[in-house]
């Protein structure tokens, strides 16, 4: 099913004790999909932008994990913001929802689990493109 309302930004349990801090992503739990990848971005220049792609179905989680960067998201109904600023904050993308990633940190990791193993089918990295299958 592909949801009308643009993804939210949750925020996840951080657990601390005095040795430090520990937040976990877990599979149906926090993740509701299942993990088939995992991959990390990261040493992006601060004027760069990146991603400009939709997908047809695979699912995403971002999470900063260190530093913060900034998601515009757009999912042919609504287009927003948003800001990845902590390990705690978790943003699940859909796979209707354009996705571009800016404001790099230079200390950002950002790293990303995915639903779907990498296949480059599954990319719609042209704008109308997105439209024609997810516009209404
Ligand atoms: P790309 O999709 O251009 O990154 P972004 O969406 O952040 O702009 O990916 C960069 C390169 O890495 C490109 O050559 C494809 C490759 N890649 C993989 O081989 N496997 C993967 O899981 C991902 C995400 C990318």
């Not at 801090?21 to 993990?35: C, H, K, R």
Request: net charge negative.
């Amino acid at each position: 099913m592909i949801p009308f309302e643009i993804s939210e930004v949750i925020e996840l349990h951080e657990l601390g004790d005095d040795r430090g801090l520990l937040t976990v992503l877990e599979q149906n739990d926090s993740i509701p999909f299942e993990i088939k990848r995992v991959f990390y971005i990261y040493k992006t220049l601060p004027e760069i932008r990146r991603g400009f792609h939709a997908h047809y179905k695979t699912r995403q989680a971002l999470v900063c994990v260190s530093g913060k960067c900034k998601v515009f998201l757009d999912n042919a109904t609504r287009k927003k913001d948003v800001l990845l600023d902590s390990p705690t904050k978790v943003l699940i993308l859909e796979p209707n929802d354009w996705h571009e990633m800016y404001d790099f940190s230079s200390d950002c990791v950002l790293l990303v689990l995915a639903s779907q193993l990498y296949d480059p089918q599954d990319y719609i990295r042209d704008y109308d493109k997105f439209l024609e299958v997810y516009g209404k």
